[in-house]
């Protein structure tokens, strides 16, 4: 099954840009990756999908237009533009793997956002 | 819009049983569209997804928890359900339900209760 592994922390000052990244392991680069935030103190909220071409579908209820995602290769990426501080917080990524009995989700350990 | 809410026991003793319950709002469980998900959250802050339950009551479990999981559904309440047997602390964790959204090829997990903390200690 696919390991995505997510730098620990990430920081960014108000108003500026920062990038996520979430890396496949080897084999897995035409798979899709979702990207869940989870601010302090909250249960995760789904941002949304992107796979090896760009966005897949549409993003969760109530994510801004600055979020917007890219992949490459292995690479999944989440960017936030002007980020503010409502968008600290931790941001998981996660995939899916096999089908019926053979079923697992699984997710990367997480990327710490802090907003300068 | 649809809004989940996790209950149950906050402290659980070493080898006894783990029980919580889901209640599902805003919407049916026996949407065909949707899975109903349990995933826990390590104290480190690691997600583990733990498993799955379709309104007829298929269930998916993670391979590696299988052997002491039990998810059950009721349509009547609009509530779904997870035990966990045989508990260790390593079973410490913040447990959340979710609904999953589902399409031939894609599965993700939208939306999220607000979790519950469970502790195991003797």
């Known amino acids: 099954q696919p390991v995505l592994t997510q730098p620990p922390s990430a920081s960014a000052s108000l108003g500026a840009s920062v990038t996520l990244t979430c890396t496949l392991s080897s084999g897995y680069s035409d798979y899709k990756v979702e990207w869940y935030q989870q601010r302090p103190g909250e249960g995760p909220r789904f941002v949304m999908r992107?796979?090896?071409?760009?966005?897949?579908?549409s993003k969760g209820g109530g994510i801004p237009d600055r979020f917007s995602v890219l992949g490459s290769g292995l690479n999944r990426y989440l960017t936030i533009k002007n980020i503010q501080e409502e968008d600290e917080g931790d941001y998981h990524c996660g995939t899916d793997h096999g089908s019926g009995s053979t079923f697992v989700y699984v997710f990367g350990s997480g990327t710490k956002v802090t907003v300068l | 819009q649809v809004q989940l809410q996790e209950s149950g026991a906050g402290l659980v003793k070493t080898s006894e049983t783990l029980s919580l319950t889901c209640s599902v709002s805003?919407?049916?469980?026996?949407?065909?569209?949707?899975?109903w998900s349990w995933i826990r959250q390590s104290p480190a802050g690691g997600l583990e997804w733990i498993g799955y339950i379709y309104y007829t009551g298929n269930t998916y479990y993670n391979p590696s928890l299988k052997t002491r999981i039990t998810m059950s559904i009721d349509t009547s309440k609009n509530q779904f359900s997870l035990r966990l047997t045989s508990v260790t602390a390593a079973d410490t964790a913040v447990y959340y339900c979710?609904?999953?959204?589902?399409?031939?090829?894609?599965?993700?997990?939208?939306?999220w209760g607000q979790g519950t903390l469970v502790t195991v200690s003797s």
């Open positions: 992107v796979g090896p071409g760009g966005t897949v579908g």
């Open positions: 979710a609904r999953c959204m589902t399409t031939v090829t894609d599965n993700w997990f939208d939306p």
């Open positions: 805003g919407g049916s469980i026996l949407n065909g569209a949707y899975y």
